[in-house]
């Protein structure tokens, strides 16, 4: 079996790392010796077990993307830097040719669509990586589009939890927005109760000592305007490894698109899923 090369960028990010030591284990893959990190970053190397990886800041990458591809040949990169950097890199891919997987969240996700349309390569790009939350979501789709309105005399509450150091609003949550504003409700991303302080986490949600570094959790209250009926649904995940199962999986089927020649086209986690990847 040929290995897809991939190159994991925003190490050393935690969610860059993790992806890439499963990348390493995973007999599907090569793990390429370089990251896209950020501009803050002073040190030259960040080491994975027994593995270097060069770390590229903004202002050289440009000076050493084309050494990299005449070496490598073809690869899939990987986005988990930082919400400010998404269309940046964005563009940075679309104009050395470079497949990628979206899995940083945040930035302007309508520009983020139209330059991988108007250039010459495939991107998979999703607020979540997490095929099972994925799969949720297209559950909630389904009842959104089949069941409009449903929900019409309903309030909604929507909690969500993770580490300390995710900038932004999760973009699972802005998601699913959309669904409930189809199923009669009407609410916004600012009415999102956003939780980022690890002692709450904690003492008040529950969240074991272990995770709060690392961790998504849900929580989605529906109430009716006379208090007699509640539905919640909840989806809690620890650590990070589903994400990085997920966007493995997500590479592969990038990569193969776009070895069939593929150009021009944004999949999503569903693209992924309909497939069985």
């Known amino acids: 079996m040929i290995k897809t090369k991939i190159m994991v960028n925003g190490i050393p990010g935690d969610m860059a790392v993790n992806v890439a030591k499963h990348a390493m284990c995973d007999e599907r893959f090569e793990l390429i010796d370089t990251s896209l990190t950020g501009p803050d970053i002073t040190q030259e190397e960040y080491k994975i077990d027994s593995k270097s990886i060069r770390l590229l800041t903004p202002e050289i990458r440009d000076n050493t993307i084309v050494e990299i591809k005449e070496k490598e040949g073809f690869f899939v990169s990987i986005d988990y830097t930082h919400p400010s950097a998404v269309n940046g890199n964005a563009e940075f891919y679309c104009k050395y040719a470079l497949p990628f997987v979206m899995g940083t969240t945040g930035g302007d996700r309508n520009a983020l669509d139209e330059t991988v349309s108007s ?26 589009e089949t069941f409009p309105n449903l929900f019409s005399d309903f309030s909604l509450e929507i909690k969500e939890s993770h580490q300390k150091g995710k900038a932004d609003t999760s973009g699972t949550a802005k998601a699913m927005i959309d669904y409930f504003n189809q ?27 272990e995770h709060l570094n690392g961790h998504a959790w ?60």
């Not at 009407?186 to 008040?204: A, G, N, T, Y």
């Not at 592969?252 to 693209?271: H, P």
Request: net charge positive.
């Open 119 to 144: 250039s010459f390569i495939p991107a998979v790009i999703a607020p979540n990586m997490a095929k099972q939350i994925v799969g949720f979501q297209a559950m909630m789709r389904y009842a959104a």
């Open 183 to 209: 199923l009669g409700i009407p609410f916004s991303v600012s009415d999102i109760l956003k939780e980022r302080d690890p002692m709450f986490q904690k003492d008040d949600w529950g969240i074991p000592e």
């Open 218 to 277: 849900h929580t989605y209250t529906l109430k009716s305007q006379d208090k007699t009926a509640e539905l919640v649904f909840t989806h809690n995940i620890n650590g990070r490894d589903i994400y990085s199962k997920g966007t493995l999986d997500a590479a592969f089927f990038l990569a193969n698109k776009a070895k069939e020649g593929a150009r021009k086209k944004v999949y999503s986690m569903i693209d992924i899923l309909k497939e069985g990847g």
